[in-house]
């Protein structure tokens, strides 16, 4: 069965700082996509990034980058620059067979000022 | 250009009640996909629809949980007789297409979910 894995359940880091979350995976599948959600108090899920088993290119979106190492079956969330909004919970998930994701259990993040 | 909806926000219901949760995905998604969240947990998987088909309901409990996606109309996640283990948040989510692919179809976007407490 196909597991994700997040081992930070908090994080607290100062504003303007670069902060990495991480994520470990466990699948015999040859083609995966992983995913980063963010979740904020309100409770919303909003898609960050997307990392597919074949691209040969670490993601990136903006200020979010997935440092993608395949070998060691983990794919962590770079943000840069922290700011106070990214304060929230983080999701790492996979896909599993042809659309279902499985989730970790997450990583509450804190910005402090 | 309207993301994914999900009505009501908030379900307050009695042990013994039934409750209906509703989804509307994003325009030009026709494959839906229901979650649950407990608190302080991931999301776990509960079905997967497209329009008038069940495709996966591995997550889905055997007893008193079901789901719908009709031809016309949102999705409906409904659950009879609740009990109090049935609080939690539900996410709909909705995606372009089925097929395993790149970020365009593989991408899944999510409601704002329906947090249900059962008394």
């Known amino acids: 069965a196909q597991k994700i894995t997040q081992t930070q359940p908090g994080m607290f880091v100062q504003e303007k700082e670069a902060v990495t979350l991480d994520c470990t995976y466990d699948?015999?599948?040859?083609?995966?996509?992983l995913f980063w959600y963010k979740q904020p108090s309100s409770g919303e899920m909003i898609f960050l990034i997307y990392q597919g088993s074949y691209d040969q290119q670490n993601a990136t979106e903006g200020r979010y980058s997935l440092n993608f190492q395949k070998a060691r079956k983990s794919a962590n969330l770079v943000i840069s620059a922290s700011q106070l909004g990214d304060s929230a919970m983080y999701f790492c998930?996979?896909?599993?067979?042809?659309?279902?994701?499985?989730f970790g259990q997450g990583t509450r993040l804190t910005i402090n000022p | 250009n309207a993301g994914v909806m999900q009505n009501p926000r908030h379900l307050v219901r009695r042990r013994g009640q039934e409750a209906r949760l509703r989804c509307s995905p994003m325009?030009?998604?026709?494959?839906v996909y229901w979650y649950r969240q407990l608190p302080e947990e991931g999301l776990k998987f509960m079905v997967y629809l497209q329009k008038e088909n069940i495709i996966d309901e591995s997550g889905m409990p055997k007893e008193r949980f079901s789901a719908e996606f009709p031809k016309e109309g949102p999705s409906i996640l409904r659950i009879q007789q609740v009990v109090r283990g049935d609080s939690a948040a539900y996410f709909c989510?909705?995606?372009?297409?089925?097929?395993?692919?790149?970020?365009?179809?593989?991408?899944?976007?999510f409601g704002p979910g329906t947090r249900l407490t059962v008394l």
């Open positions: 325009k030009g998604h026709s494959h």
């Open positions: 989510a909705s995606s372009p297409r089925g097929l395993a692919g790149g970020p365009f179809t593989d991408t899944q976007y």
């Open positions: 699948t015999s599948d040859p083609s995966y996509g």
């Open positions: 998930a996979m896909r599993q067979g042809a659309q279902k994701l499985v």
